[in-house]
């Protein structure tokens, strides 16, 4: 059994990783851990080696994505019956395991087992009601307040903070790019507790169109606050018994082709301690069968970051292999870590890799109308966010349009590449189209 984790200038949270792991509940000297150094500006033998001397640290060489640095990490464990990929901002429970490689061992066409995976902390939620107006200029969203920025305990919290529902998407200031979203008068965010559970001060920067008042709502409590045009921080108080919110049970093909967590920013209810069969599985927690690596290939290194577990989720599933959910101990996930949720880097290669992903494994036809749909809702932002405030003479905003743009030059790079590979895997599958397309959130998942 081996274990690869990969860091990235992680730090304390790669220490974090690794102490929990070192508590994993297994027969001695039988668990192996690789730790890949994938372009750290620090030597990771000389940070780690001291302290964690059963973990043998691999050089990369360079930044290799987790891709790349997955590949390398399970070329170096070697001969292992089964490989589990961990994050490196993940923590485990001393029994994580055990569950996950006997769901393998009981049936030899499942091909991966998959954890519960919850995000990193408790969270306690707030809601925010206000009027709404349109949004003028051919803008037709009813829109409430500009949620600009979370402080906890006085700390820039809009990483960690979870925009539920209620809100229209992301989109970056005109001025200085900062991002921010617009409710719809309506909209539930949740904020983290503190580590041993009580409740942090809280403040969000908030603007609207026109002065109006927001309702805040946590817990039992009632708050009424007057927001303006000019972004202000404002208290907010919140209340509530803080609960668990799950990041991954499994993942789930949806319309248009994109891969999506199963169960993502559910309450943890326990709505899903039963097995279950799912689509594909997730890359921050799995347990692997080698069997499964050896037959359907490992990461396409091209990919570098994001849609390369669903890629060979989906290649695997081609090819006649199963995954299960299996209901065990939790994985705790610090979600996004490595690349800010909704930064450039993550937007650049989640659009580029999901239409990489449907031209190497879906039907022509699909892949042909997710192509399409991505420069339809591009010129869409260029619509909203240039030519309209420009027609107004106001300043515009071209970073959705340049995220965008950049993603599909990139991919139209890549497509030969991909294109070469849909032909290799079209010959090497036994499971027809219209049977995983059946997979389709709505259908088998």
């Known amino acids: 059994m081996g274990v690869v984790v990969l860091d990235h200038d992680g730090s304390d949270l790669t220490r974090r990783c690794l ?20 372009g750290s500006s620090a030597g990771l033998a000389a940070r780690y080696g001291g302290e964690f001397p059963e973990v043998t640290v691999v050089d990369a060489g360079r930044n290799r994505g987790f891709a790349g640095g997955g590949n390398v990490g399970i070329e170096a464990l070697g001969p292992t019956d089964y490989v589990a990929l961990l994050n490196n901002d993940a923590t485990v429970d001393p029994g994580w395991l055990v569950p996950l490689v006997a769901a393998l061992e009981a049936d030899p066409s ?26 003028g200029g051919g803008d037709r969203r009813r829109l409430g307040v500009a949620v600009r920025g979370v402080r906890l305990d006085g700390h820039d919290a809009w990483r960690s903070a979870q925009l539920v529902e209620g809100f229209w998407g992301l989109q970056h200031d005109s001025r200085d790019g900062t991002p921010y979203q617009w409710t719809n008068g309506e909209a539930l965010l949740r ?12 403040q969000l920067l908030l603007s609207a169109a026109d002065a109006t008042t927001v309702v805040a709502t946590s817990g039992d409590g009632r708050t009424e606050h007057g927001v303006g045009p000019e972004p202000e921080w404002t208290e907010v108080a919140i209340g509530g018994t803080p609960f668990d919110v799950i990041n991954n049970v499994g993942s789930v093909l949806l319309d248009r082709g994109y891969g999506a967590d199963r169960g993502f920013l559910e309450r943890d209810c326990g709505q899903y301690e039963e097995a279950e069969e799912v689509f594909a599985w997730c890359g921050a927690a799995v347990v692997l069968s080698r069997r499964y690596l050896d037959r359907t290939g490992v990461f396409d290194e091209g990919y570098f970051l994001y849609y390369e577990d669903f890629d060979l989720s989906w290649r695997g599933r ?23 949720e909704g930064s450039r880097l993550h ?55 340049q995220r965008r743009a950049g993603a599909f030059v990139s991919y139209v790079g890549a497509l030969p590449h991909a294109l070469v590979e849909r032909r290799r895997l079209r010959r090497a599958r036994r499971v027809g189209d219209d049977e995983l397309l059946g997979w389709m959130a709505g259908g088998k998942g």
């Not at 065990?328 to 690349?339: E, I, K």
């Not at 031209?359 to 420069?375: D, F, G, S």
């Open 19 to 38: 102490l929990s792991l070192a508590a994993t509940q297994w027969p001695s000297g039988s668990l192996s851990v690789v730790l890949v150094d994938n």
């Open 110 to 135: 499942v091909g991966a087992a998959c954890p519960k995976i919850v995000f990193d902390g408790s969270f306690v939620e707030l809601g925010l009601r206000s009027p709404t107006r349109e949004g």
């Open 191 to 202: 904020v983290p507790v503190r580590p041993d559970g009580s409740l942090p001060a809280c």
């Open 318 to 340: 081609a090819q006649g292999w199963r995954y299960l959910y299996v209901p065990g101990p939790p994985v705790r996930h610090l979600h996004s870590a490595s690349a800010v």
């Open 347 to 401: 937007h650049h290669y989640t659009e580029r890799n999901r239409l990489l992903t449907l031209t190497r494994n879906a039907p022509a036809a699909m892949a042909l109308r997710a192509t399409a749909h991505h420069v339809l809702v591009t010129a869409s932002y260029a619509r909203r966010d240039v030519l309209r405030p420009v027609v107004r003479r106001e300043d515009p905003s071209w970073e959705m349009v």
